[in-house]
């Protein structure tokens, strides 16, 4: 499974972002997605998660009503459209494939803790910054 994270950049405090997922290498239809930030000096914590069908979604209570994760499965691609942006927003964001194992997804962006699963695929990254 290959993902490459596009849509990051630089925005000021209040605004939006769409960041896109896009996968290739197997069916997006059998793959759970889950999107991680990192903060400079901190560890890699879940924000957002998106079941197969797309009929679950989770998200962490900094970004609970902020933040948005969809899916067009037809498109091989994943969504996390974020508003309202804060400074403490700013990070690279990275997308996760997970084959099986929902629920292990939605406790790390619940928790917003780092991913302890032993398997899933990551791509590169996408830089936000959030600055006046």
């Known amino acids: 499974v290959q993902l490459v994270e596009s849509g990051g950049g630089l925005v000021e405090p209040g605004g939006s972002l769409t960041l896109s997922c896009e996968v290739s290498?197997?069916?997006?239809?059998?793959?759970?997605i889950g999107w991680f930030r990192q903060a400079p000096g901190k560890g890699r914590e879940g924000v957002a998660s998106?079941?197969?069908?797309?009929?679950?979604?989770n998200y962490a209570d900094s970004v609970k009503d902020r933040f948005i994760i969809s899916r067009d499965n037809a498109k091989n691609t994943v969504l996390l459209q974020m508003n309202s942006l804060k400074i403490e927003d700013t990070g690279v964001y990275y997308c996760?494939?997970?084959?099986?194992?929902?629920?292990?997804?939605?406790?790390?962006?619940?928790?917003?803790?780092?991913?302890?699963?032993?398997?899933?695929?990551w791509g590169q990254g996408t830089q936000v910054t959030v600055s006046p």
């Open positions: 290498g197997f069916t997006l239809d059998y793959l759970h």
């Open positions: 998106i079941n197969k069908s797309g009929g679950v979604t």
């Open positions: 996760l494939a997970v084959r099986y194992g929902y629920a292990g997804l939605r406790t790390a962006v619940e928790s917003q803790a780092k991913w302890s699963g032993d398997s899933g695929s």
